[in-house]
């Protein structure tokens, strides 16, 4: 074990708190996860001093669970690495802290990690072949990026959200027809029972760039079609508004990345974040794909939703590029992809 490099990675930037141990940044020796979903959806959302609070309750367990189940000890981790951004700042806190306590006491190198190039860094655990170039759809609750990925950490962002991000929309129609947080899973179960053609919701272009992404019209245009309802005492199908809906995000996203792949030239396509869990995101790209001869890696669903594996794997070949953070490593809420504070 002593030639291999063996990541822990900490991801605490929203309501996941979660660990992992990874070795050589493909292999998964561990990945715990403790959520806290329940807790917020008492809220209808994230609540963000719950988020931290809960943290700082649960990372020290998931960080024993994770070492445990790897069979390692502390002494056998090479490094550690954390999500310093972007995210919550309050629940960033809670890793950036742990980690730095951990790299200190350990006499070991900390490795801060961007979130988002994290979610990428999921798609390399099941595909051993995937090496960058590729290009990347990132659909989080917080992002919507078309990312070209250059080299492991280097990245080009050739289209992104104007306004709402894919999982926020999601969460926002989610909770206007009832289902409550988190929405995107609810709407994706619901939305099989629906027709995707009952309801023709508008698929916004944006002025400028055929590669950006706009969602406030299309939830608006939900909204209103909901309230028209309501006044017109006429009865809601939820499942076929989750389904026209889910139709209307996926015919966009898939728009955008083939074209992307066109304009680029790229012939290995990968989805990353939360929303890339979708069943119908998933079966459209696999069909968009198959029709343009691209190559499609997605990571399985345990792995696009927030968790400490992608953040090991991430902070793997940062690490073997020479990236090292101080002790003064800070969580940056708004940090940019492709931007490091390091030293
Ligand atoms: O990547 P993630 O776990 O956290 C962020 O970095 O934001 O993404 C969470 C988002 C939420 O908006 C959630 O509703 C959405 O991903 N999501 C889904 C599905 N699973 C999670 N959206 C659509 N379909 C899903 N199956
Ligand atoms: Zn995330």
């Given at each position: 074990m002593s030639q291999d490099v063996i990541m822990l990675g900490i991801e605490s930037s929203c309501d996941e708190t979660a660990a992992?141990?990874?070795r050589n940044g493909r292999e998964v020796l561990s990945n715990v996860i403790s959520s806290q979903i329940d807790i917020h959806t008492l809220y209808g959302?994230?609540?963000?001093?719950?988020?931290?609070?809960?943290?700082v309750e649960r990372v020290n367990q998931v960080i024993e669970e994770a070492l445990s189940e790897a069979s390692v000890s502390l002494q056998d981790i090479t490094a550690v690495s954390v999500t310093y951004g972007p995210g919550l700042v309050g629940a960033l806190l809670v890793g950036v802290g742990t980690a730095k306590a951990l790299a200190y006491g350990l006499h070991k190198p900390l490795v801060g990690v961007h979130h988002i190039e994290g979610h990428i860094a999921a798609n390399y655990i099941e595909h051993p072949e995937?090496?960058?170039p590729f290009l990347c759809l990132v659909v989080s609750g917080g992002h919507t990026h078309l990312v070209r990925v250059e080299e492991y950490n280097k990245f080009q962002i050739i289209g992104c959200t104007h306004d709402d991000a894919a999982g926020e929309a999601f969460d926002k129609v989610a909770r206007a027809i009832g289902l409550g947080y988190p929405g995107g899973p609810k709407v994706d179960r619901l939305a099989r029972e629906g027709n995707p053609h009952a309801i023709e919701f508008p698929r916004a272009k944006v002025g400028g760039s055929e590669l950006d992404f706009s969602f406030s019209g299309l939830k608006s245009a939900v909204l209103n079609y909901l309230n028209g309802c309501r006044m017109k005492g006429e009865e809601i199908h939820a499942a076929d508004v989750a389904a026209s809906f889910q139709q209307a995000?996926?015919?966009?996203?898939?728009?955008?990345?083939?074209?992307?792949?066109?304009?680029?030239?790229?012939?290995?396509?990968?989805?990353?974040?939360?929303?890339?869990?979708?069943?119908?995101?998933r079966r459209a790209m696999e069909q968009a794909c198959q029709e343009e001869h691209l190559t499609l890696y997605h990571p399985s669903p345990v792995y696009c939703t927030d968790n400490g594996a992608m953040i090991g794997v991430q902070g793997y070949y940062e690490y073997m590029a020479g990236i090292r953070h101080g002790l003064d490593l800070n969580a940056v809420p708004s940090l940019?992809?492709?931007q490091r504070g390091c030293l």
């Open positions: 992992a141990v990874v959302g994230v609540v963000p001093e719950i988020a931290s609070r809960k943290h995937l090496e960058p995000v996926v015919d966009v996203l898939v728009d955008r990345t083939v074209r992307g792949a066109r304009k680029l030239g790229e012939t290995k396509i990968a989805v990353a974040g939360g929303v890339a869990a979708n069943s119908a995101l940019a992809i492709g």
